[in-house]
């Protein structure tokens, strides 16, 4: 099956500095790539997402890269603020898109 | 507004003990999924389903089973929990369009002692 690293498993940043995280995949016949928030406490959720026929998506203070390649893609967080404090989870489709193959989550906190 | 409920939050049981966790989701979904969340480990697919009756294995599928009589229901099953399956549950559904799209349940916490 598919699998997926993920990095930093932790990352600590300053209200106001870019965060960064990184995942890999091996399935090159993966095509879709989402991001999920998990706060404490609560469900995971959806907050964007890429497909393969993509390099790069925006949306306000997030976005998401892809390099097929290289088999990896990021998200990026511009100006975060304490909210963005949460897990945060990359995924990536395998099993002709039937499945998908999760990251093993960075704690993202954000110092006010 | 999708909608997936799970029946418990908190459960805890003792070794042995057969165990049912359900999850309901009302958005007519076709793709349901049960997921274990454990640290460092991400969310690995237990089982999933696509149609009514129908089960797919996932990645972890050893030591649980999984029933779907109904659409909007899916229900996980350890027949004889064990203190490893101590961890968080989460259900998931999608539509059949977009069956990677998943929508998460709240989670139940299971603790087996």
């Known amino acids: 099956g598919e699998n997926v690293e993920q990095h930093p498993s932790t990352l600590s940043v300053q209200e106001g500095d870019s965060a960064v995280i990184k995942c890999t995949y091996s399935d090159s016949a993966s095509n879709y790539f989402p991001w999920y928030k998990q706060e404490l406490g609560k469900r995971p959720q959806l907050i964007i997402d890429?497909?393969?026929?993509?390099g790069e998506k925006k949306d306000q203070r997030i976005a998401v890269t892809l390099n097929k390649t290289a088999k990896h893609f990021s998200l990026h967080i511009t100006e975060t603020q304490p909210e963005d404090s949460a897990v945060y989870f990359c995924?990536?489709?395998?099993?002709?898109?039937?499945?998908?193959?999760f990251g093993g989550g960075t704690r993202l906190m954000v110092k006010p | 507004d999708v909608k997936v409920t799970q029946s418990s939050r908190y459960l805890v049981k003792r070794t042995g003990e057969k165990v049912f966790l359900e999850c309901v989701q009302d958005m007519d979904h076709e793709n349901m999924f049960w997921y274990r969340q454990d640290p460092g480990l991400g969310l690995r697919l237990i089982y999933f389903s696509y149609d009514v009756k129908m089960k797919e294995k996932g990645d972890i599928p050893e030591g649980y089973s999984v029933s779907r009589e109904k659409k909007e229901r899916f229900s996980l099953i350890l027949e004889s929990a064990s203190t490893n399956q101590t961890s968080m549950y989460l259900c998931a559904s999608s539509p059949a369009g977009a069956k990677y799209e998943q929508y998460f349940g709240p989670g139940t916490r299971l603790t087996v002692t």
């Open positions: 995924a990536a489709t395998y099993n002709a898109g039937n499945m998908l193959t």
């Open positions: 890429i497909r393969s026929n993509v």
